[in-house]
């Protein structure tokens, strides 16, 4: 039938539920009798399942039934006792205790089960304890002696082996019971109970052990049954215990680790106190006696800090860490069947230092190892380094004996220092590359065990550690020194790559002339009608000339030396050389002048521009970003982006730096950072990368009207437009030399692309291929509709006085033009010096045609083929010069359009000459249909 309760809505029964319960809290007497009830059920509940509860058949005895039930409530309280211990040593004691207080038992051991190397045994944790006896002196009656059964040897490894529990009458009469125990402890064993311990999983990983109850009677079988449902309990606990331990010891590691590589980041000056620091962390985590690294001979690291100063291309380029590896260790034996036997070494391993710390001692001992002799443990650690395997020996006397190639026989395993080594782990230490540079060892473990697979997986980690460490510090050092190394090539360089005092001194005694001397107003200024030495005068005036050298208090002989080191760091290549950046500089002043920009700039910014054009391409090498980032060289690893530009700036400042050339040093602190960041910004924005990221910003603010320019955004958008308007200023001077200077730029392009294809083996782009060089007119126009005509188109719509570069560069576009289409015809090349002067003006007799060579084709007319249409023009090509012209990159290869010319003496030319006259005097069909001159080169 169903109850008014079961009716209830789920809201009514947690409602009701909720009253009781705040029922109960009113009232704590009922609350207490309450959980008195629920533990006196629990308590029923375990010893059914313990099967201790006696039957009720009408003949039971109330009172054994009674005694069962307190024998209940003992052992439930103490599995209450050990289910919430996580520390295995306190753990193991109380089970011991309680076990013997069960069972009535005299003495108590509980043995762990160990796997080493895939075997397992049986490792005694607590032995032989009374169940009196405190932890303490439990646990160092475990550590004084070490206990270990092989697994299926001995009641314990029978045990273990079998998952049987044991009950022995008389231990003595049993053949698995080991007397020698008794003999070595004086203690007389009698009886003995021994069950394993099991986990969830149903594997043995413990055995306890009872011996002898103290009323001198044997085991029961409530005994064992008692014992057996305990250990039930036991088994989880020891799991959970030592599921702990191992988390536990993991924090630990990796907190230490963190610290170690914390460390690795602090202590990278001095190899002596990285690896004192290590081993002092290492001996105290993994509790030894004493910890010991020796290191190999190191000098590895100073031949790769030679090997640095040796050209690339000298170097092998299959590994560039190839220097950092050591010959390899040969050995003679390869079939080494025991980890003693050492084998025979062609080369000998040879250590270079040891470092110690010892039990007694706080501070590490640094000893070289020429110093130290014959020695077990150097034995050992050779042996390591050798095969580059772990070592973890149980017995190092066993090792040091008959199985070792030396013969250790008679030798005392005590050192000078009173020092025995009894077990050992020793672990190879390894470099970045995977080369052993070392052998770290832990001697005597302080527990009298041996190092077990945990202790080997911390000290890996240590050696790892370790090697980082040592690598990266070897490593600094050597970057060290040759960062010192560098600073004294670089004060030497720097001493003579500055102008000398006695050059500045004769500069600042020589008189400077005007403006108008030099025509430095004028954007068709000309460099090439001074000489180098009055190009250096040209620089002081204009600095002159904007009253900088008073305004910032600048020494004029500071100056004069500034002026020629920068022009003595230029290197001579064939465009980008001092010449440029003085036409730069001019032209940057003419803008300022004359185009009346200096109105939107402050003096400091004048300043800062000027220096930006002279500097802007200093120690430029004949080619561009992009080369350099393809052959990976030393400016592309440097800077990712704008790569000469950076360099550019950089030596710069070197300049400026060396003595007696801070032109800056009359500046306040802020000042001077004012201009510095001037001259960046400045010098980087002639990278036409950079240009072409501004060039919308700065054409939409141009078109919107913009006439103050005064933000500092803007400010720094203006100037830099106006630094790539100096830079590409050479398009707009006069035809003559505009011409000549396309070509040095072409020339200077045609040296890239040719080592583009003899170091790359790559096709180099149009502009840089010699073989595509008559394409330069065409490239040229392209060139100025692309980046020159919208930028001065911009410049001079809001600032008028900018026109005269715009109308240059316009008047050159249509030249050009004009070039590419004769070129195109075939009417002219751009091989020759002279190429103003076509080739009709010699038909037509206003030119005599000197020195030339002439090739007449003869070409069949209508009426003889219909396949073919006359020719109904004839041009000729002449020169200026019937001189050779020097030899440059237009000389060393014609193009192959043109490169079918044929050779005639002077006397065919004649003859051409004859033969020309009677065809003109023919008929006008004859003449276009019998004779084209086709070409004529210079001879």
């Not at 009359?666 to 240009?691: C, F, H, N, P």
Request: charged share 25%; hydrophobic share 40%; proline share 3%.
């Amino acid at each position: 039938m169903e109850s008014p309760t079961d009716r209830q809505s789920p809201v009514d029964r947690d409602q009701r539920n909720q009253d009781l319960v705040r029922q109960l809290l009113d009232r704590p007497h009922l609350l207490q009798g309450l959980l008195d009830e629920i533990e006196e059920r629990k308590l029923e509940n375990l010893v059914q399942k313990l099967g201790l509860e006696e039957q009720d058949n009408g003949s039971a005895d109330k009172t054994d039934t009674h005694l069962d039930l307190d024998r209940s409530r003992v052992l439930l309280d103490m599995i209450l006792d050990i289910s919430n211990e996580l520390d295995i040593n306190l753990l193991c004691h109380k089970i011991l205790v309680n076990v013997g207080k069960l069972t009535h038992a005299d003495r108590c051991s509980l043995f762990l089960t160990r796997t080493v190397n895939g075997a397992k045994f049986l490792e005694a944790k607590l032995f032989d304890v009374n169940p009196d006896a405190v932890l303490e002196s439990a646990m160092d009656k475990a550590s004084s002696e070490s206990v270990r059964i092989e697994w299926g040897v001995g009641v314990a490894g029978h045990v273990a082996s079998t998952r049987t529990p044991l009950n022995i009458q008389d231990a003595y009469k049993d053949e698995r019971f080991d007397q020698s125990t008794d003999m070595r402890t004086g203690y007389k064993t009698q009886s003995l109970a021994c069950l394993p311990i099991l986990n969830r999983e149903g594997d043995v990983i413990g055995v306890a052990q009872i011996v002898n109850k103290k009323n001198k009677e044997a085991f029961t079988d409530t005994d064992i049954q008692i014992f057996e449902k305990y250990l039930s309990f036991c088994g989880v606990g020891l799991q959970n215990a030592k599921l702990f331990e191992v988390s536990v010891l993991e924090y630990k590691k990796n907190q230490l680790l963190l610290n170690l590589a914390r460390s690795l980041f602090q202590e990278q000056l001095s190899l002596d106190r990285l690896i004192t620091m290590i081993i002092t962390e290492a001996k105290e985590m993994l509790q030894c006696e004493r910890c010991t690294v020796f290191l190999l001979d190191l000098k590895i690291y100073d031949q790769a800090e030679i090997d640095s100063w040796i050209p690339q291309h000298d170097k092998n380029p299959s590994s560039p860490l190839s220097c950092l590896s050591p010959k390899p260790i040969l050995i003679e034996n390869n079939d080494v069947e025991s980890v003693g036997s050492a084998g025979a070494v062609k080369e000998e391993i040879v250590f270079d230092v040891a470092y110690e710390l010892t039990e007694c001692e706080s501070s590490v001992r640094v000893v070289q190892v020429s110093k130290i002799g014959v020695s077990r443990r150097l034995d050992i650690a050779r042996y390591v380094a050798a095969r580059s395997e772990v070592l973890n020996l149980e017995s190092v006397k066993q090792w040091s004996g008959e199985e070792n190639e030396k013969d250790w026989s008679g030798e005392d395993l005590v050192e000078s220092d009173g020092f025995q080594p009894k077990n050992m782990l020793s672990v190879p230490i390894y470099n970045g590359q995977r080369t052993v540079i070392g052998v770290a060892q832990l001697i005597n473990k302080l527990n009298g065990l041996q190092f077990d697979a945990a202790d080997i997986s911390m000290f890996e980690a240590f050696a790892i550690f370790c090697g980082i460490g040592i690598h990266n510090t070897k490593m600094y050092e050597s970057a060290y020194k040759l960062m010192a190394k560098q600073k004294v090539a670089l004060d030497c360089l720097s001493y003579h790559a500055t102008a000398s005092p006695d050059d500045a001194v004769w500069l600042s005694r020589e008189h400077i002339p005007e403006t108008e001397d030099f025509m430095l107003d004028s954007y068709k200024f000309i460099d090439a009608k001074y000489s180098d030495s009055n190009t250096v005068k040209i620089v002081i005036r204009m600095f002159m000339d904007f009253n900088l050298v008073q305004r910032f208090n600048i020494p004029y002989q500071v100056l004069c030396r500034w002026a020629l080191s920068v022009k003595k760091n230029y290197r001579p290549v064939k465009y980008h050389n001092w010449r440029h950046a003085l036409n730069v500089c001019q032209t940057m002043f003419t803008m300022l002048k004359t185009g009346k920009m200096e109105r939107f700039m402050v003096e400091l910014e004048v300043l800062g521009l000027l220096v930006a054009c002279l500097c802007h391409d200093l120690d430029h090498r004949g080619t561009n970003n992009a080369y350099q980032t393809k052959v990976t060289s030393p400016l592309a690893v440097l800077y990712s982006t704008s790569t000469m530009e950076h360099h550019h700036f950089d030596q710069c400042v070197m300049i400026l730096n060396s003595d007696g050339n801070n032109i800056f040093q009359g500046l306040s602190t802020d000042e001077y950072r004012q201009v510095m960041k001037i001259v960046e910004m400045a010098i980087l924005s002639t990278d036409l990368a950079s240009y072409f990221e501004k060039r919308e910003r700065f054409l939409s603010t141009a078109n919107a009207g913009e006439f103050d320019w005064q933000s500092s955004d803007k400010k720094k958008l203006l100037c830099g437009m106006l630094m790539t308007a100096a830079d590409v200023a050479s398009i707009a001077k006069p035809w003559e030399i505009q011409h000549k200077l396309a070509k040095l730029v072409a020339d200077e392009f045609f040296d890239q692309g040719d080592m583009e294809k003899l170091k790359l083996n790559i096709t180099p782009i149009a502009m840089m291929d010699r073989e595509r060089k008559d394409e330069l007119p065409q490239m040229q126009v392209e060139f100025i509709d692309m980046i020159c005509v919208p930028l001065y188109t911009s410049l001079s719509e809001s600032f008028p006085w900018i026109r005269p570069l715009l109308d240059g560069a316009l008047k050159n576009r249509e030249k050009w033009i004009d070039l590419a289409e004769k070129v195109e015809m075939g009417l002219t090349w751009i091989d020759h010096d002279t190429i103003e002067q076509p080739v009709e003006e010699v038909e037509v007799g206003t030119l005599e045609a000197q020195d030339l060579k002439l090739t007449v084709e003869t070409l069949k007319c209508k009426q003889e083929t219909d396949k073919f249409s006359i020719m109904k023009k004839r041009s000729f090509r002449s020169l200026k010069s019937p001189v050779r012209p020097p030899v440059g990159f237009f000389n060393r290869k014609h193009s192959a359009r043109h490169s079918r010319s044929t050779g005639t003496s002077d006397s065919d030319a004649d003859s051409v000459k004859q033969d020309l006259g009677k065809s003109r005097s023919q008929s006008p069909e004859s003449d276009s249909s019998n004779l084209v001159v086709s070409k004529i080169e210079q001879v």
